[in-house]
């Protein structure tokens, strides 16, 4: 009898430690770094301000005339009596003062809507034929401007440049006048106009939120009137007649300092 051989037992193959898988780790999330922001032109933030501001206004030639330069109730004469056509141009300084609001739109570019005052001005002079003649003159102007601020150097100083337009208020006071052998008043006037300005300057940051202001402007107020009418005191002309009306430009160039306040 035959003994059957016994059964061969299956084993499963031993792997060489190289052949052993290690388990990998997690795979962790790159960080993307975002690029930081660029800073506004101006480092300016938006935001509101209020700002105050005194001028020293020098005015230009007024080429102040006669409406009518010929004429019997003309007189700033040439040839008096009747033939009138010279000029005042002298109208002096002026010291202006201003207050004013606005917004910063954080992109360089601010905006605001301003009052200012100037007094002082005085058309004083003679005329070719020797009559010398001195009325106050005033205005009171309301502006909206736009500015926009250039980036800061030397890290506390930021030129900027601008330049606005509204509506001014010109008033003349009563003309006083004398020769060698008499003297008188001639009627004021007062007129509205449209004004506009172009500035430029430096704002200097005494802190972050306020500013100092030091700028030069060219202010046009537009024109400003002597009324027809009679005589106030005396008789310039022939009695009865009175005095015609007369025109003047009020320009001037300013030097600015302000107080800006940002919020």
Not at 80 to 109: K, Q
Not at 134 to 140: E, L
Not at 173 to 195: E, I, Q, V
Not at 207 to 213: D, G, P, S, T, W
């Amino acid at each position: 009898m035959t003994q059957a051989a016994p059964e061969a037992t299956a084993q499963a193959p031993e792997r060489s430690p190289q052949e052993v898988r290690t388990p990998l780790p997690p795979p962790t999330a790159t960080r993307v770094e975002e690029p930081a922001s660029s800073p506004l032109p101006g480092g300016s933030t938006p935001g509101l301000y209020a700002r105050v501001e005194v001028a020293h206004s020098m005015a230009r030639s007024a080429d102040f005339r006669d409406d009518r330069a010929v004429s019997p109730d003309c007189f700033i004469a040439v040839n008096y009596p009747g033939v009138c056509g010279a000029s005042l141009d002298r109208l002096g300084s002026a010291t202006a003062v201003g207050v004013g609001v606005g917004y910063r739109f954080g992109n360089g570019f601010r905006a605001d809507v301003s009052y200012s005052r100037r007094r002082g001005y005085d058309l004083r002079g003679h005329d070719p034929e020797g009559t010398y003649f001195d009325p106050p003159v005033t205005s009171d102007a309301l502006l909206a401007g736009l500015y926009y601020d250039f980036p800061r150097v030397f890290g506390m100083v930021q030129p900027f440049a601008g330049a606005g337009a509204g509506r001014s208020r010109n008033e003349m006071d009563p003309l006083r006048w004398s020769d060698p052998s008499s003297s008188g008043t001639l009627p004021g006037g007062k007129r509205n106009a449209f004004a506009w300005q172009f500035s430029a300057g430096v704002n200097i940051f005494l802190r972050e939120n306020l500013v100092l202001e030091v700028g030069y402007r060219y202010m046009d107020l537009g024109k400003f009137k002597k009324s027809a009418g009679q005589d106030l005191i005396g008789n310039f002309n022939a009695p009865g007649v009175g005095t015609g009306s007369a025109t003047g430009r009020l320009r001037a160039d300013e030097v600015t300092l302000a107080l800006r306040r940002d919020f």
